[in-house]
């Protein structure tokens, strides 16, 4: 079985990301997705949701897709969040499990700077997935680590949506709808 690793912040979870988990599992690139929110990205401040909230936006995000679970465990684990903890704990609870990492091309330039990159590339193959504005240039060393996908083309962006969540503009059909009611009945990004 190939699973294949959807991580972040994910604050908000938007359509962007169910596009991404959809693709995935369109091209068959994994038969299962497990989606697993941040407690603390290392490369931010803070999130602007709680990791219990931004918990509760995946399952609903997540809840229509019977191949995609959503998974604590880095929420439990507490502090920040690093990949290759992740995959490790991931290999060692499926040993006979493929992994594959979901992997916006807008965060391929800095995924040499993550935590341990060179074990995050022996414990899972890279699916690179286009962002619009982004390239995906890999060093040639590590291109048969990561799988290139550049005809997914990634517009939406949580940072953009927590802005207009802040100034009151609506989404449109950025977020899937349970979780814009969800942001609306507990207040978040205002």
């Known amino acids: 079985m190939e699973l294949a690793i959807l991580g972040g912040s994910l604050d908000p979870v938007h359509n962007g990301h169910v596009a991404m988990a959809e693709f995935v599992l369109a091209k068959e690139l994994a ?3 497990l989606v697993i929110p941040a407690f603390r990205s290392p490369f931010k401040s803070d999130s602007a949701a709680s990791a219990q909230d931004r918990l509760k936006m995946a399952h609903l995000a997540f809840a229509p897709f019977d191949q995609i679970a959503v998974d604590d465990l880095e929420i439990r684990r507490g502090g920040s969040s690093f990949m290759v903890e992740t995959l490790q704990e991931l290999q060692r609870l499926n040993p006979d499990t493929t992994l594959r990492l979901i992997l916006g091309a807008d965060n391929l330039a800095g995924f040499f700077q993550w935590e341990k990159p060179d074990k995050i590339l022996s414990l899972a193959k890279i699916l690179v997935l286009g962002r619009h504005g982004h390239d995906q240039n890999i060093p040639a060393l590590h291109r048969d680590s990561f799988l290139l996908h550049p005809e997914f083309d990634q517009r939406v962006s949580s940072s953009e949506i ?24 507990n207040g978040l990004y205002l």
């Not at 802005?163 to 609306?184: C, E, F, H, K, N």
Request: no cysteine; glycine share 8%; aromatic share 4%.
């Open 162 to 185: 927590r802005v207009m969540l802040a100034a009151g503009d609506p989404t449109g059909d950025l977020l899937p709808s349970a979780v814009a009611r969800y942001i609306q009945t």
């Open 31 to 33: 038969s299962r997705i």
